[in-house]
């Protein structure tokens, strides 16, 4: 149980077009879900956390307008990377929590690598 | 932001010894902890996680200890195999409902 799927798992595209990545729960409802970011050798940096049907949180210094988000269902959650560069080449990786009362561990999807022409 | 590691310490061990893999944490009042494996190429996995008003817990193959007064939460890994090679985290969640923080990750490499 608990499977996150994400979509696509790698992409390469130039610089200046936008990328949509996308996080879904499989077998559970996923209240809230979370964007990571991971450098090589690095932890996961948060981005930010999604409730459904609400905006987004984003964690300090992450542009909202750069990387939109959208969680309009209870199982589905995007993130768009908006007019890409190289320096947004990054491993980015969503992972959803379910229940109510926000005391359900994370589950991780299995990221999608970002290369940036 | 959220914690990042500036460097990925690594732990080799023979295959068939026991692991341990430590893990300090930054906030006492943390109430929530839990270990993910990270494969390269892949997403945290799910090993086994803790509450704060336990201080050990045991799965298939591996034991987690939380030690809260001096913050410290390890995963011992038994009989460990090369399957096992992998970045270990571990997170915490520092108020009910948060997200997780992640710690800056260990890399364990299982030696033949």
């Known amino acids: 149980g608990a499977v996150v799927s994400q979509h696509p798992s790698w992409v390469i595209c130039k610089s200046g077009t936008s990328v949509k990545i996308e996080c879904r729960s499989l077998d559970f409802q996923a209240t809230t879900m979370f964007w990571y970011r991971q450098f090589p050798k690095q932890s996961l940096m948060l981005m930010a956390t999604?409730?459904?049907?609400?905006?987004?949180?984003?964690e300090q210094g992450v542009e909202k307008d750069k990387f939109l988000i959208n969680h309009a269902s209870l199982t589905l959650s995007t993130l768009t990377v908006t007019s890409a560069h190289p320096e947004d080449s990054s491993f980015y990786i969503c992972s959803a929590r379910g229940g109510l009362t926000g005391d359900q561990p994370q589950h991780f999807g299995d990221g999608t690598r970002l290369s940036i022409l | 932001g959220e914690s990042v590691g500036l460097h990925l310490p690594t732990l080799s061990v023979q295959e068939g010894d026991n692991s341990i893999i430590n893990c300090a944490y930054s906030n006492s009042a943390s109430d929530y902890f839990i270990w993910y494996k990270q494969e390269s190429g892949k997403g945290p996995q799910f090993i086994i996680d803790i509450r704060s008003n336990m201080d050990k817990r045991q799965g298939q193959r591996v034991t987690v200890l939380l030690n809260k007064t001096v913050k410290h939460l390890s995963l011992q890994i038994a009989a460990t195999q090369p399957g096992d090679s992998a970045v270990y985290f571990c997170?915490?969640?520092?108020?009910?409902?948060?997200?997780?923080?992640f710690g800056p990750g260990t890399r364990l490499s299982v030696l033949p």
């Open positions: 999604s409730n459904e049907g609400s905006k987004a949180t984003y």
């Open positions: 997170a915490e969640r520092r108020r009910y409902g948060q997200n997780f923080v």
